[in-house]
């Protein structure tokens, strides 16, 4: 298997949103993982697709961001204004395809903490839930940076949240949206541990990480669907 780099690119969060949907809907092969670290064009948060978008935006009424869009993941509410996002998808046949969403959540995320402990953070992986009655989350969304939930990545020994993610499994593979929250991680090299965490993922899915250039018409196709994710009828569809 290989697991296809696409190159780092900053855009409005409705185009981040629609080429990670495409990058799940047109999946190259069922050999092919393929990842992306991708920035921001202006202040955004974006929050899960089954969120009520009235109460986000009760939640984000004291700082509210440029930009707010609907995620095609689950999840709550996630605030980039300061975090490293990525997004990796896994191909249909693959082990954690097939796994449930807790064991493919947990196997990214412990990849993402050693990545980080070889940076020099103290990071872990948050095991136990039963102390926290709100760890489970519920239908009301909070900011994702504001309450660590089961296997997510948290400083040791503190327990402060570091990073968090969102699935979407589809009939080509899982879509895996992740955001690391900078504040928590403290000053490291970010170039290294991007290929850092390349490797462990490469390790994990026994995929070779090799680069590759965005797909014929992609941009086309991204423009097109990011117009539809900029609409007040995807962002309000709740």
């Given at each position: ?16 949103m629609a080429t990670d949907f495409l990058s799940l809907q047109y999946y190259p092969a069922s050999d092919h993982a393929r990842f992306r670290h991708y920035g921001w064009h202006q202040t955004a948060c974006t929050f899960g697709f089954g969120q009520k978008i009235a109460e986000v935006r009760e939640q984000l009424s004291t700082n509210p961001p440029d930009q707010l869009c609907r ?168």
């Amino acid at each position: 298997m290989l697991l296809d780099l696409l190159s780092t690119r900053a855009a409005s969060a409705a185009t981040n949103m629609a080429t990670d949907f495409l990058s799940l809907q047109y999946y190259p092969a069922s050999d092919h993982a393929r990842f992306r670290h991708y920035g921001w064009h202006q202040t955004a948060c974006t929050f899960g697709f089954g969120q009520k978008i009235a109460e986000v935006r009760e939640q984000l009424s004291t700082n509210p961001p440029d930009q707010l869009c609907r995620r095609p993941t689950g999840g709550g509410i996630v605030d980039h204004r300061d975090d490293w996002t990525y997004a990796l998808v896994i191909p249909r046949g693959h082990a954690l395809y097939d796994a449930r969403a807790v064991a493919s959540y947990e196997a990214v995320h412990r990849a993402l903490a050693s990545s980080l402990r070889r940076q020099g953070c103290d990071a872990g992986i948050k095991e136990n839930c039963a102390p926290d009655p709100d760890c489970s989350g519920g239908a009301r969304p909070t900011v994702c940076f504001d309450r660590a939930e089961l296997f997510d990545v948290i400083q040791s020994p503190s327990g402060h949240k570091i990073a968090g993610a969102a699935q979407k499994r589809a009939k080509r593979g899982l879509l895996f949206q992740g955001s690391i929250w900078r504040p928590a991680v403290g000053e490291i090299d970010w170039d290294k541990f991007e290929n850092t965490f390349i490797l462990e993922l490469g390790a994990l899915l026994h995929a070779d990480p090799t680069a590759c250039p965005w797909p014929d018409s992609w941009d086309e196709s991204v423009d097109s669907l990011a117009a539809s994710y900029a609409t007040a009828e995807w962002i309000e569809r709740r």
